[in-house]
């Protein structure tokens, strides 16, 4: 099995989505997560499969940012910081549930149909009432939806992720009242949403 731990890498826990999921994986691939946030990519296999790449292996690669300083600087500081803090990610459960709860009850009280999915600090809205597990199921949720929603949203000071198919990423920095801003923010664009659009008044003057 292959992982892409581009996404989910780090963000569920300290080790790696294999080890969250109890899955043996035989190639990993990390992205810019190990770097800090810095630009940077990664790829992990057994002895077998890495020595084929030079300089062992006739297999070539390289990168301009392969090893870069700075990047690796970043992402081992970055792991620094998580080894200090064992609270970190129960910390960011906790929020995502809080704003996974809090999402579901105001979109229950609109005839808006949807679905939320979440592991751990990430989130994700469909909207559609079925359950959303790949790509095929993700192509039948309504975009025209989720489109007057990130601009609802975004026309609140909230900028979300811009696709139907992105995760939402949830940061520590985040604060309660943060998440309450973001609920209150929801509330008021399906509200909205729900009504449908203002239609003219149309008056003759004679």
Known sequence: MNIDDVMPGIRLEKSVEQEFYVVDAVIVTFGKIIGGGMPVGEIGARDKIMDCLAPIGNVYQAGTLSGNPLAMSAGIQMLNALSADDRLYIRLEEKTDYLAKKFTEVLRKTPIPFTINKVGSMISLFF???????????????????????????????????????????????????????????????????????????????
Do not use: C
């Open 128 to 206: 559609d009432e079925n359950e959303v597990v790949d790509f095929q199921t993700a192509s039948k949720a309504d975009n025209r939806t989720f489109k007057k929603f990130f601009h609802g949203m975004l026309s609140e000071g909230i900028y979300l992720p811009p696709s139907p198919y992105e995760s939402w990423f949830l940061s520590d920095a985040l604060t309660y009242d943060d998440l309450d801003y973001t609920v209150k923010a929801i509330q008021r664009v399906t509200s909205a949403m729900a009504k449908g659009p203002k239609k003219a008044v149309s008056s003759d003057v004679g």
